[in-house]
């Protein structure tokens, strides 16, 4: 081993995209949160959409640097983290509807005898 100052670049290798793997991770994460009150799904699906534009903006820039499967799962997590911001959003909004319409009372002391129905 006489120099280990080689690059990739020597080699042919090329780099990941910076935060490819996550951001997959948490778009894939944020439609699994959308059930947890919509919150956790929208927050985790805003950092993954800041995070891929990022990792898009440096690849748009150097193309030839990075590893093109990188830029598929940036695409990939990028697409779930819309998705579930999608979902959260949803859920949010007919969260508040229900509030609207029942009350927070309805939601936390639901009455059974409201659904029970003999026909």
Do not use: W
Request: charged share 15%; with cysteine.
């Amino acid at each position: 081993m006489e120099n280990d100052n080689f690059s990739n670049q020597e080699f042919g290798l090329k780099e990941p995209i910076k935060n490819s793997t996550t951001v997959l991770v948490l778009g894939i994460l944020s439609i699994l949160g959308c059930f947890c009150y919509g919150f956790v799904g929208l927050i985790l699906g805003i950092i993954a959409v800041v995070m891929a534009s990022s990792g898009l903006k440096a690849y748009n820039e150097n193309p030839e640097r990075f590893n093109p499967a990188g830029l598929a799962n940036l695409k990939a997590g990028r697409v779930c983290a819309i998705i579930g911001i999608a979902l959260s959003v949803i859920y949010v909004i007919s969260a508040i509807i229900v509030i609207i319409l029942f009350g927070f009372e309805a939601i936390l002391n639901p009455n059974p005898e409201m659904f029970d129905h003999n026909f």
